[in-house]
Each structure stands twice: as C-alpha cells, then as structure tokens.
C-alpha cells in the first residue's frame, strides 16, 4: 500500500511540475532576427512586403511582429501560430523552395546579407492561457521569460493559474498568451500589455505590495523550500506597422 501510494504522489507531482496544455493548441514559434548594420529598414520591407504573405499561403499564421523600444541591436521578434509541429515543418519546406520568396530573398540581398543571426524557440500553450489577440491601439508589448529552480515549474504554473493572472489585471496590466518552451522544464514565456512603459512600472510596483501576492508567492517558496526561480527577463516591445497583433 505504501509504494503504491508513493508511486500515485510520484506521478502527480511529475504532472505538477511539467504542468499542463491545452489539448489541441496551435504550436508556436518566436523568433527573432538581428539584422545587420543599417540593414533593418530592409528585412522589415521584405517581411511587410512578402514574407508574411507568403508565411500565410504555406499556412503559417502571423501573430505579431515587434521592434524592442530600444532597439539597439537592430532585432525583429515575431511570432507564428501552426496547427502541429509536423505542420511546421511541412509549411517552411514549402516557403523555403517558393519561387516567389526566392526572388525576394535574392533582391532584398543583393547589396549585402540582411541578417547577422537568428534564433527559434517552439512553445505549447498554457492551460491558463487567455490568448487574446484581440487588437487595441497605443500599447505597448512586454515579453517576460521566467526560468525555475529544478522540478518547480508546475508550482510556477499554479501560482500563475490561481492568482498571478487575475492580480496582473487587477493592477491594470492586460494578459496576452502564456506559453512553455517545447523540451524544456523550468520555462515560462509569456507576453503582457501595458498603456505605456511608465504605467508598467507602476502596475509592478502595485503588484509586488499586493498582500495576496505576497501571499501566494511565500505559499509557493515553503512548498518548494525556498525560491522557485532563478532568472527572469523583460523586454519592452512595439508592434510593426504591419503587425497583425497591436
């Protein structure tokens, strides 16, 4: 009786800690492209004259398209939607070999490579998540990366789950999508809204004081014996002038 009992408590807390998706969510991907030098006015025409048209025809949705604030490494980020990975995969052989998107490459290179490098990273949808792409003018995007201690990503996600969200619409902020990197167990990326930079920062301060989260989060740090993060990363973000998420 006892080892099956261990066995059963094993198991929920693999669930716990893996956490929980969405059945039958799109697969997504973000990446984000540093141009080279004087060359990001290039790739951005490229992409709102071809790419996502054709990212579209090979179907790949377009979620969003941003600059940072501070763009002082020349970055794009941006985000598609896919129906499975194998869908993804079958979509970008297809966009890859396109005639169209060939000549387009070729001219957009002519005078020079446009991108110095890229990177990709594949994320599931959150059980909690509200995906809202619904659109609203003048604000401005945070895109916010959490990394947890080991085996403390599902009390993240239930502390996200069960309080973290509605204190971050309380104190003015608005939910987006939240999401897990594919492969890996201690992430949690997700993307929020605010008025402006300053309002963010005031809604932070306000949240941070709020007793219930205060609460939650030293709930959560005795079951897990202390911290359950290690690194989180911020980023402020507007939308392109062709974004369809603004």
Known sequence: MKIRLAFLISILTL????????INTPYYELRTYWASEDKLPVLLDLFRNHTMQLFEKHGMKNIGYWVPVENKENKLVYLLAYPSAEARETSWKEFEKDPEWQKA???AGANGKIIEKLESTFFT????S???FSNRAGRV????TYTTTPYNLGLLH???????LTLFAKHGMSNLIYMTAVGKDNNLTYFLSHASQEAAKESFAKFVADPE???????????AKGPILVGI??????PTDFSPWK
Do not use: M, V
């Open 15 to 22: 669930q716990l800690c893996l956490g929980q998706t969405k």
């Open 105 to 107: 490459k070729s001219a």
């Open 125 to 128: 949808e959150t059980d909690y």
């Open 130 to 132: 509200p995906a809202d």
């Open 141 to 144: 995007f945070e895109l916010r």
């Open 158 to 164: 239930a502390r996200f789950r069960n309080h973290t």
């Open 213 to 223: 989260w205060i609460k939650a989060r030293d709930a959560s740090e005795t079951l």
């Open 233 to 238: 990363t911020s980023e402020f973000l507007i």
